[in-house]
């Protein structure tokens, strides 16, 4: 009787020894799939610091420029799915809503300092939070533009800006620069014209209507005020618009940041390569609005808003989920964590951020403060985004690069929307 119950008592030690041994698989891990390509190396490292400290395996995966919503529908049906993804509009919330967990009374959640960003279902769970703030124009070289004799106060509107970058290209070979970087068409760039240029004449026609959902149809009423900046920006560039198709966005922030062009349309998420991979200084820095011909433009401030939101995938394992959450918590509170998404993203929307030395952010926080009201970004809104956008690219490049018509820019435009917005709801 005493051998059995000595048995037992080891058998007990062996199981309750193998649980604690177990113990590490209980932490569970984090499989964040990551939106930008140019942060890739910071949450690389950040990831790799977090699982020093703690133990918890993280791993970062980047989907290559303009191809997230492929991966991530590719990499959710695998078993090891994302645990932490990206759901930056509406449409993302219609496809990925029966993934995302509800955010509301999580330390993480309770760490930000505003709601304004966030995505919601219909019963005010918050779905995905908007954990950066950014804003796009176009990045000018000050030093260049002063070499050209002229200053920012000098643009103020369309025909302005229209007048010096024309001036600009009538002297390039005496002045050694362009007016533009080239507007390339290749996948890794187009998203700026498709995506973000295309916001111009959305906002104002939805400001227009009221439009505060995503609409069925739209009218392309401001499609020659899109026609106006496109015209500009290829004609007066690096390149000949035949050249378009292939130029990609490396080449043109290469361009930007060797000094052979004064404006450079993308964002405040430019600020590190530029000053870190290209030296540039940041007091030659800044950024202005996109001005496309508008009536009353002239107190526009820079297209500000986000679509970096997070999400947490609410079918991964409860360890899994739990991991991520405290990883999203330590990357919004601690000093690595802050430091980095400073540096990486300027402001975020958290109690423990830090100030962004990020002189774009400087300028738009300057527009608002002056009164000029913000060019929010309508483009969120899009149906069938990427296949919406495909077919605008593809009637640009006809356009510009094949002696194409502009009537099918409009086209790709408006009835592209609708037909995407009918795929989408059908």
């Not at 303009?66 to 990206?86: I, V």
């Not at 499609?223 to 292939?246: G, R, V």
Request: glycine share 8%.
């Amino acid at each position: 009787m005493k051998k059995k119950i000595a048995l037992l008592l080891t058998m007990a030690m062996s199981l309750s020894l193998l649980a604690g041994c177990g113990g590490k698989e209980d932490k569970g891990s984090v499989y964040y799939l990551n939106f930008k390509p140019e942060a890739d190396a910071a949450w690389q490292e950040l990831a790799k610091t977090y699982t020093e400290q703690t133990g918890v395996e993280v791993k970062v995966v980047t989907a290559a420029s303009g191809t997230y919503t492929e991966t991530l529908t590719a990499e959710m049906g695998k078993s090891s799915a994302p645990t932490l993804f990206q759901c930056g509009n509406a449409q993302g919330l219609e496809t990925w809503g029966d993934y995302c967990l509800d955010l509301r009374n999580t330390p993480f959640y309770n760490e930000m300092t505003t709601d304004e960003f966030n995505l919601k279902g219909e019963n005010g769970e918050v779905l995905a939070v908007g954990y950066c703030y950014e804003a796009f124009g176009l990045i000018t070289n000050t030093e260049l533009l002063a070499k050209a004799g002229y200053t920012l106060a000098d643009i103020t509107d369309f025909a302005s800006l229209k007048a010096v970058v024309e001036d600009i290209t009538a002297r390039s070979a005496e002045l050694g620069f362009s007016a533009f970087t080239s507007a390339g068409l290749d996948g890794s760039s187009s998203w700026r014209f498709s995506g973000h240029l295309a916001n111009m004449p959305l906002y104002y026609e939805f400001r227009d209507d009221n439009v505060t959902s995503q609409p069925a149809t739209i009218t392309g009423a401001y499609l020659d005020y899109y026609k106006n900046i496109w015209d500009l920006y290829i004609n007066n560039a690096t390149c000949a618009p035949s050249e378009l198709a292939a130029k990609t966005g490396d080449e043109a922030e290469a361009e930007f940041g060797n000094g052979q062009a004064v404006f450079y349309q993308n964002g405040t998420w430019e600020y590190t390569n530029l000053t870190t991979t290209f030296g540039m200084n940041p007091d030659n820095l800044a950024m202005i609005p996109i001005y496309c011909g508008v009536d009353g433009e002239a107190a526009s401030a820079l297209c500000c808003g986000t679509e970096n939101c997070w999400a947490v995938n609410k079918k991964a394992s409860e360890a899994d989920v739990q991991a991520t959450l405290d990883f999203m918590k330590w990357v919004v509170s601690s000093d690595e964590g802050t430091t980095m998404m400073a540096e990486q993203f300027g402001p975020i929307p958290f109690n423990s951020a830090k100030e962004s030395e990020n002189v774009f952010f400087t300028d738009a926080n300057q527009y608002i403060a002056d009164g000029n009201y913000v060019v929010t970004w309508a483009f969120n809104h899009t149906p069938n985004v990427d296949a919406w956008r495909a077919t605008v690219v593809s009637a640009l490049l006809q356009y510009s690069a094949n002696g194409g018509s502009w009537d099918d820019v409009e086209t790709a435009f408006v009835k592209g929307w609708e037909s995407q917005y009918a795929a989408e709801h059908n």
